[in-house]
């Protein structure tokens, strides 16, 4: 079964300042990586995905990841971070589901919540 | 109505009571799920549908029961629940289940299992 890791559990940025936030998968076959941002009171939203291609992956509000086999990493970045870039951020990856059907699943890392101060 | 909607947004029940979570998607798509959000914990499937039919079941007990009368509306039925249950659960849909489809989430509903 696949795995994420999401190391930082918190991550305090000043506003206008770069950030990283990290992602480590456990994978022995080819996936599929995601990132989804959820801002208080609301549900998951997609910031960008790996599907396949260019490793450097550019999403919405200014961030990119870039995803690295060989480490297994898929690190989330943003040269300039806002206050309202505030929020909590889930990397996942795709999984077979267990019904045979083809179903792919998502699994998700424990988050980084992301607090930008000005 | 746009997106997925959740209802009610906040939810406290006891141990005793019987309660229903309800989402609706007004995006066309073919194929919804409900998640478990706990502090702490990564998100956790617990239902897939698609065209109305289950397709998985991750081991979720029977104190939750999903019914997903069409393709829009999904419901969540809780009896007897536990306060271990307290969590944040998501409702999601996706144009269809294979391969990958991107999934959009609603804003949940927050319970509490007193």
């Known amino acids: 079964a696949q795995s994420v890791t999401q190391l930082d559990s918190q991550v305090p940025v000043f506003e206008e300042a770069p950030v990283e936030l990290r992602c480590n998968y456990s994978?022995?076959?080819?996936?599929?990586l995601f990132w989804y941002v959820q801002y208080p009171n609301q549900g998951l939203q997609l910031l960008l995905k790996?599907?396949?291609?260019?490793?450097l992956v550019k999403g919405i509000n200014g961030f990119e990841a870039e995803f690295n086999k060989s480490q297994t990493s898929f690190h989330l970045r943003k040269p300039s971070v806002h206050i309202s870039d505030t929020a909590e951020y889930f990397c996942?990856?795709?999984?077979?589901?267990?019904?045979?059907?083809?179903?792919?699943?998502?699994?998700f890392g424990t988050g980084t919540r992301l607090l930008v101060s000005p | 109505e746009t997106g997925v909607t959740q209802t009610p947004r906040h939810l406290v029940m006891g141990m005793t009571n019987k309660k229903s979570l309800k989402c609706e998607q007004h995006?066309?798509?073919?194929?919804m799920y409900w998640y478990k959000q706990s502090a702490k914990k990564p998100l956790e499937l617990m239902f897939v549908?698609?065209?109305?039919?289950?397709?998985e079941n991750n081991s979720v007990p029977s104190r939750f029961s999903p019914e997903c009368p069409n393709s829009s509306h999904l419901f969540l039925h809780l009896h007897t629940l536990q306060p271990e249950d307290s969590a944040l659960y998501l409702c999601?849909?996706?144009?269809?289940?294979?391969?990958?489809?991107?999934?959009?989430f609603g804003p949940g509903t927050r319970l509490t299992v007193l």
């Open positions: 999601a849909s996706s144009q269809d289940w294979g391969d990958y489809n991107e999934q959009f």
């Open positions: 994978s022995s076959v080819s996936v599929y």
């Open positions: 790996y599907l396949s291609g260019s490793t």
């Open positions: 996942a990856v795709s999984e077979e589901g267990t019904s045979n059907t083809g179903f792919q699943k998502l699994v």
């Open positions: 995006l066309g798509h073919n194929a």
């Open positions: 549908y698609n065209f109305k039919e289950q397709t």
